[in-house]
Protein backbone atom coordinates (compact mmCIF):
# COMPACT_ATOMS: atom_id res chain seq x y z
CA UNK A 1 0.00 0.00 0.00
CA UNK A 2 1.19 3.36 -0.74
CA UNK A 3 2.06 5.29 2.23
CA UNK A 4 2.35 8.90 0.18
CA UNK A 5 -1.32 8.61 -0.48
CA UNK A 6 -4.18 10.78 0.83
CA UNK A 7 -7.94 10.96 1.00
CA UNK A 8 -9.20 13.82 1.54
CA UNK A 9 -12.43 16.07 0.22
CA UNK A 10 -12.59 17.09 -3.73
CA UNK A 11 -11.33 20.96 -3.97
CA UNK A 12 -12.18 22.61 -7.30
CA UNK A 13 -8.21 22.74 -8.72
CA UNK A 14 -8.67 19.03 -8.49
CA UNK A 15 -11.31 18.65 -11.17
CA UNK A 16 -8.23 18.80 -13.82
CA UNK A 17 -6.28 16.20 -12.06
CA UNK A 18 -8.99 13.49 -11.78
CA UNK A 19 -9.99 14.02 -15.64
CA UNK A 20 -6.67 13.47 -16.53
CA UNK A 21 -6.47 10.37 -14.85
CA UNK A 22 -10.01 9.34 -16.25
CA UNK A 23 -8.32 10.07 -19.76
CA UNK A 24 -5.53 8.28 -19.00
CA UNK A 25 -7.18 5.01 -18.03
CA UNK A 26 -6.98 2.35 -21.13
CA UNK A 27 -10.32 1.67 -23.13
CA UNK A 28 -11.27 -1.16 -21.31
CA UNK A 29 -10.52 0.39 -17.69
CA UNK A 30 -12.62 3.65 -18.49
CA UNK A 31 -15.52 1.47 -19.63
CA UNK A 32 -15.45 0.15 -16.08
CA UNK A 33 -15.63 3.31 -14.46
CA UNK A 34 -19.26 4.88 -14.80
CA UNK A 35 -18.98 8.08 -16.60
CA UNK A 36 -20.81 10.79 -14.26
CA UNK A 37 -19.38 13.75 -13.92
CA UNK A 38 -17.53 12.88 -16.64
CA UNK A 39 -19.95 12.88 -19.35
CA UNK A 40 -20.88 16.49 -18.57
CA UNK A 41 -17.29 17.73 -18.48
CA UNK A 42 -18.38 21.23 -19.10
CA UNK A 43 -20.64 21.21 -16.10
CA UNK A 44 -17.53 19.98 -14.21
CA UNK A 45 -16.38 23.11 -12.57
CA UNK A 46 -19.96 24.27 -11.24
CA UNK A 47 -20.58 20.07 -10.24
CA UNK A 48 -17.15 20.97 -8.42
CA UNK A 49 -17.98 24.01 -6.58
CA UNK A 50 -21.53 22.20 -5.43
CA UNK A 51 -19.32 19.35 -4.04
CA UNK A 52 -17.14 21.58 -1.63
CA UNK A 53 -20.08 24.07 -0.45
CA UNK A 54 -21.51 23.16 2.24
CA UNK A 55 -23.61 25.72 2.33
CA UNK A 56 -25.02 25.36 -1.01
CA UNK A 57 -25.51 21.37 0.23
CA UNK A 58 -28.11 22.81 2.48
CA UNK A 59 -30.36 24.54 0.66
CA UNK A 60 -29.69 22.12 -2.00
CA UNK A 61 -30.64 18.93 0.39
CA UNK A 62 -34.08 20.67 1.34
CA UNK A 63 -35.10 21.34 -2.42
CA UNK A 64 -33.20 19.41 -4.42
CA UNK A 65 -31.26 16.93 -3.08
CA UNK A 66 -30.69 14.99 -6.37
CA UNK A 67 -27.83 18.18 -6.74
CA UNK A 68 -25.83 17.15 -3.60
CA UNK A 69 -22.68 15.83 -5.46
CA UNK A 70 -20.07 14.48 -2.57
CA UNK A 71 -16.81 13.64 -3.78
CA UNK A 72 -13.09 12.36 -2.25
CA UNK A 73 -9.89 12.22 -4.15
CA UNK A 74 -7.11 10.36 -3.85
CA UNK A 75 -4.14 12.40 -4.06
CA UNK A 76 -0.26 10.74 -4.12
CA UNK A 77 1.54 14.15 -2.38
CA UNK A 78 4.44 13.19 -3.77
CA UNK A 79 3.91 13.46 -7.01
CA UNK A 80 0.19 15.46 -6.66
CA UNK A 81 -1.20 12.73 -9.42
CA UNK A 82 -4.77 11.81 -8.87
CA UNK A 83 -4.21 8.42 -7.64
CA UNK A 84 -8.37 7.74 -7.06
CA UNK A 85 -11.34 9.41 -7.46
CA UNK A 86 -14.88 8.56 -5.80
CA UNK A 87 -17.88 10.26 -5.26
CA UNK A 88 -21.58 9.66 -3.92
CA UNK A 89 -24.71 11.89 -5.39
CA UNK A 90 -27.80 11.79 -3.77
CA UNK A 91 -30.57 10.50 -5.50
CA UNK A 92 -33.32 9.93 -3.35
CA UNK A 93 -34.50 11.05 -0.03
CA UNK A 94 -36.15 8.92 2.74
CA UNK A 95 -38.17 9.67 5.37
CA UNK A 96 -36.43 11.82 8.43
CA UNK A 97 -33.70 13.52 6.49
CA UNK A 98 -32.40 10.02 5.39
CA UNK A 99 -30.96 9.69 1.38
CA UNK A 100 -30.44 6.91 -1.14
CA UNK A 101 -27.11 7.88 -2.69
CA UNK A 102 -25.40 6.47 -5.93
CA UNK A 103 -21.56 5.59 -5.58
CA UNK A 104 -19.07 5.81 -8.30
CA UNK A 105 -15.06 4.90 -7.99
CA UNK A 106 -12.11 4.90 -9.90
CA UNK A 107 -8.62 4.08 -8.94
CA UNK A 108 -5.30 4.52 -11.33
CA UNK A 109 -4.11 1.48 -12.16
CA UNK A 110 -0.40 2.27 -10.95
CA UNK A 111 -2.36 2.18 -7.39
CA UNK A 112 -4.65 -0.88 -7.56
CA UNK A 113 -4.00 -3.09 -4.53
CA UNK A 114 -5.85 -1.64 -1.23
CA UNK A 115 -6.38 1.79 -2.03
CA UNK A 116 -10.22 0.83 -3.47
CA UNK A 117 -10.65 -0.33 -0.06
CA UNK A 118 -9.56 2.43 1.85
CA UNK A 119 -11.56 4.77 -0.69
CA UNK A 120 -14.73 2.71 -0.42
CA UNK A 121 -14.38 2.86 3.55
CA UNK A 122 -14.07 6.72 3.70
CA UNK A 123 -16.82 7.09 1.26
CA UNK A 124 -19.03 4.88 3.44
CA UNK A 125 -18.04 6.90 6.16
CA UNK A 126 -18.84 10.08 4.49
CA UNK A 127 -22.47 8.58 3.47
CA UNK A 128 -23.29 8.22 7.09
CA UNK A 129 -22.30 11.65 7.78
CA UNK A 130 -24.96 13.37 5.45
CA UNK A 131 -27.66 10.78 6.69
CA UNK A 132 -27.62 8.36 3.76
CA UNK A 133 -28.65 5.24 4.38
CA UNK A 134 -28.54 3.18 1.63
CA UNK A 135 -25.91 3.28 -1.17
CA UNK A 136 -26.74 1.75 -4.77
CA UNK A 137 -24.32 1.42 -7.84
CA UNK A 138 -24.17 -0.32 -10.85
CA UNK A 139 -20.97 -2.78 -12.10
CA UNK A 140 -20.56 -4.13 -15.02
CA UNK A 141 -21.00 -8.19 -14.71
CA UNK A 142 -17.25 -8.47 -16.04
CA UNK A 143 -15.69 -6.21 -13.42
CA UNK A 144 -15.07 -9.30 -11.51
CA UNK A 145 -12.45 -7.29 -8.96
CA UNK A 146 -14.74 -4.43 -8.36
CA UNK A 147 -18.08 -6.97 -7.25
CA UNK A 148 -15.15 -8.55 -5.22
CA UNK A 149 -14.46 -5.25 -3.42
CA UNK A 150 -17.92 -4.36 -3.33
CA UNK A 151 -19.11 -7.56 -1.64
CA UNK A 152 -16.40 -7.26 1.01
CA UNK A 153 -17.53 -3.88 1.70
CA UNK A 154 -21.07 -5.05 2.38
CA UNK A 155 -22.44 -4.82 -0.77
CA UNK A 156 -25.24 -6.97 -1.92
CA UNK A 157 -26.44 -7.97 -5.80
CA UNK A 158 -30.02 -6.66 -5.60
CA UNK A 159 -30.80 -6.73 -10.04
CA UNK A 160 -29.11 -7.83 -13.29
CA UNK A 161 -29.76 -4.93 -15.08
CA UNK A 162 -28.18 -3.29 -18.98
CA UNK A 163 -25.94 -0.56 -18.34
CA UNK A 164 -25.69 1.50 -21.13
CA UNK A 165 -22.59 3.56 -22.09
CA UNK A 166 -21.80 5.51 -25.28
CA UNK A 167 -24.41 3.96 -27.53
CA UNK A 168 -23.19 0.15 -26.48
CA UNK A 169 -25.54 -2.36 -23.82
CA UNK A 170 -23.42 -4.30 -21.37
CA UNK A 171 -24.76 -7.15 -18.74
CA UNK A 172 -24.52 -5.20 -15.44
CA UNK A 173 -25.15 -5.61 -11.24
CA UNK A 174 -26.79 -3.27 -9.18
CA UNK A 175 -26.13 -3.92 -5.38
CA UNK A 176 -26.91 -2.29 -2.47
CA UNK A 177 -25.45 -1.49 1.10
CA UNK A 178 -27.81 -0.57 3.56
CA UNK A 179 -26.65 1.71 6.51
CA UNK A 180 -29.44 2.20 8.59
CA UNK A 181 -30.88 -0.02 10.92
CA UNK A 182 -34.36 0.90 10.01
CA UNK A 183 -34.27 0.41 6.47
CA UNK A 184 -32.37 -3.05 6.59
CA UNK A 185 -36.03 -4.10 8.51
CA UNK A 186 -38.22 -2.65 5.78
CA UNK A 187 -36.06 -4.23 3.00
CA UNK A 188 -36.19 -7.95 4.63
CA UNK A 189 -39.86 -6.93 4.92
CA UNK A 190 -40.02 -6.68 1.01
CA UNK A 191 -37.77 -9.40 0.49
Not at 94 to 121: H, S
Not at 130 to 159: D, M, P
Request: charged content about 25%; aromatic content about 8%.
Amino acid sequence: MNNSVVIRSLRIKDILRVSKMNLSLEEGDRRFFHPFPFQLWKLAPIIAFISVSSAIHKVLRRFFPQAVFLALVAEDTRTNIAAGFGYLRLKEQLRDNEYIACLGVVINKTYRGGLGMRLMEELIRLASQNNVSRISLTVLSENQRAIHLYRRCGFNIVNEVIDRRNGKSYPAYEMTLVLSKSDAQQMKRVE
